[in-house]
């Protein structure tokens, strides 16, 4: 089974090319969705936070992700212990999901690929390229929120120089490039892997 991991900064377009990728047939595994929904879903991951931060993080079962945020935003070191409990369990579960698929490769999409070590388990990475002022523009109208707090999570995350060096094949996703024969090219030089 060859593993490929697809990543890009915030608003670059990643979710676009893996649904793309789905509609070719690859079944793709979502780190960042999956990491979110661990946190209220695997017993070690909630044991563990709740042995960092005290169990009133958790109310009824769920995660208080605004107090988790208030946390982590005070203290970088709180952000590496939570980091150092979700990243190898988000490793484990795409490892676990990938032997399940049948097809030739599966994806693996993720904001921070590099960042979580999640890239020691991929044969290949696709960095999603767009320019930052597309993504700023792209995310204040997705989520609905401000130049500044979009720029805050664009610094928060590895340059995109570094992740094009990093990866193995680069989509560019500006206005005027077309998606989809970047990935279908993408996706025949795959198939003729191995
Ligand atoms: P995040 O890191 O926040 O999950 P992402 O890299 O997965 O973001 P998408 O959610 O795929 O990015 O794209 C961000 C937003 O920009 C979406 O609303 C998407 O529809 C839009 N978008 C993506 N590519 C383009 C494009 N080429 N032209 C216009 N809008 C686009």
Known sequence: MIKVGVTGGIGSGKTLVCEIFGHLGVPVFNADIEAKELYNTDKEVIEQVQQ??????????KLRKDILAKIIFNDSKALDKVNAIVHPKVREYFLSWAEKQTSKYVI???????ESNAYLDLDYI??????????????????????EQVISRIKNQLCDEKRMKLADFTIYNDDNRMLLPQVVDIHQKILSKR
């Open 126 to 147: 696709i960095n999603v390229h767009a320019r930052q002022e597309s993504r700023i523009e792209r995310v204040m109208k997705r989520d609905n929120i401000s130049k």
């Open 52 to 61: 960092l931060f005290g169990h009133d993080i958790y109310h009824k079962g």
């Open 108 to 114: 693996e999409e993720a904001a921070i690929l590099f």
